[in-house]
């Protein structure tokens, strides 16, 4: 069979298996997720060789140290994969949900039903939990998936979906309902993204480059967040202590997230009291600054920043710091430059308070939180996805509710028009 | 300026247009809809005049009766045009509403806020009063439009969009807000499928010819309906009068609409009772009826159903009758046949309705209840931009709501990680 082929038949038994997904109980969607979760601990031994086998490759074609800790297994990673599952069996059946059902004044019940998308196709990189996690979020939401996971994670990624298989079918639901691409050719990316006939939609998980070639090729609607540029702004009427708190754990709680702060605003006139406190703390902990002029006043050691620092998302231990005259200045820089994924003020002005969350575009806004909060578990939706930057269907992080659709029910007794 | 340039021009406009929107109050939302209405009766003779024009070029360009009536206007169109503007101005407004909004275990609120999408295109064919449906529905939910009706009635849909700009800049809003493309050159078009800096989403409204070349040329999310192929399924247990009125509102109180019916599916044990009285009402009311050897049985003038029958959108006095051996026959047909517009079950049985209503995946499904019913109106959106068969975002009828996205919104109080 070629390529071509292999697909084909991996999206029609994804599309009959989304059918007997969508019909599934409740009950059997949670005892194929505990069973998973079970057998992966059963199969540890077997996981930590199977990925022994990835790691060894991947020393072999030099992946650095990130890389190969991203790859990496171990007991404890395997358990939280296994608890992962069962935290997701915990969360509510999103499917079935009615909604809005009210009467018409033709007498006709009209309301809404959520119902699955269909089948999902997850194309990610190197971490092979995700193979788990993506698998239980489609499942849950009574969806099929198809996982496409890393050519350097694929023995720790089939072993993963050997378990899958075991848990859907001793639980009366087909194994087709999560297939994994056993090929590693990258053209297999390149077909999912055409498979408009068998894939409802396209949820990428990776770099920026993924992310890109995924948007750019696909045929298919995308979930996705392409960049992380997120921003504090410090108003004049901000609570100082509260100020430095969300400032520094915006940048320093993580690094490499998407939901780490890059680019830090300041009004002039709180400047001279906040910004001598935070450039200490960053410095301290080893975060190199970069400011404008006003900014550069304040420490010595602070770097110019350049235009191409304001449009930069760092991932690492580096800040752009831009004193700004007033509320407007930074609305205006924050609509320059936010990739909209998730921007912050600090506050105590309620008029600007809620003109902040009102005006700024971006899939999460926030007053006196730290960015670091955009994330599906700290939203309360037991898990995510990934996080969309797109306006249309999902916003935000993703959870089971974005992976359904709601479709109209009418309820009659013999209605007619 | 090149056509290149000048939709570019309009992109950049309406973006800017689309930031004033998105902040606009719903009094003054609100007064542009009602100023719009007034202006639509004052310029009654002026919009007569200038349709005259289209009518004119339309007869000389051949246009048939049906082309030439839907670009007709008369003072009854234009005073349903304007009243549908002020129905519009008496919806709630979507923007801002705030959903959700509850306390995490970390002490911030976590809710969403209900935003405009930013700027829609809309890409429709002959009827000018869509230039005053889409510009109503546009505005009142934040957004910014760009419109580009046919080309047969570019004089009327400048005349209508005048009132519009005069509506919009009386009430303090952008002109911009709404614009309509001036140029009738067809590849503005293509132009517009391509602009996915400046626009968000696009609803083509048409036939399937405008809809085909939008899906396969857009880079940009498109809400749209290709087919209406809608079916009614009578049960065995179907009550024999709801039946009847059912089935045949269904196919004859509109024939050329995408929620009529096209195939009847008829439960062999009802079909001895029900089929002679709904053949004899459907010749009488003129539809030629093409049945399956089953259906042929009942009258002699019945035509021969071909494969291709089951698959046609007549849009015509034309009906597809099938007898069915039972209720999963019929499930199959639906699942092979419908395009996952509107399909409806008429059953007192209380399982199967469950069944039907859960396992048909169509944009709306009803039980005991007209395909006719499936529109913006009915089911209380109060206006539809058009219908989704779609299963990202917005699916079915799609009202102000669907016009519009959900934000995260964080409200913390010095809240870190």
Redo the contacts between chains.
Sequence with gaps: MTLHDTMQQLGKNARAAA?AM??ARTAQKNQALHSMADLLAIQQDNLLKENEKDLTAGRERGLNTALLDRLALNPERIHAMAEGLRQIANLADPV?EISHL?Y?P?G?Q?GK?R?P??VIGIIYESRPNVTADAAGLGLKSGNAVILRGGSEAIHSNLAIAACIHTGLTDSGLPAEAVQVVKTTDRAAVGELLRMQAYI??IVPRGGKGLIERVSAEAKI?VIKHLDGLCHVYIDAKA?L??AV??A???KT?RYGTCNTMETLLVHQAIAPSVLPLLVDKYQQAGVELRGCAKTQAFDPKILPATEQDWATEYLAPILAIRVVDDFDQAMAHI?QYSSRHTD?I?TEDWSLAQRF???V??????????T???DGF???LGAEIGIST????A???VGLEGLT?????????????
Tied chains: 1, 2.
């Design positions: 059918k969508a019909k079935g009210r018409q033709s006709i009209v039903m119902v998308l269909g409802d939609v609607p609570d202590d509260k708190a969300v520094y754990n915006a709680q609509d912050a600090v969350l009102t005006e575009d971006s899939s999460s806004v926030m007053v006196n939180a730290s670091r909060f955009a700290e939203y309360g797109d306006k249309i269907h916003r935000g992080p659709s709601q479709k109209f029910i009418v309820l009659g007794n013999g209605h007619i028009r």
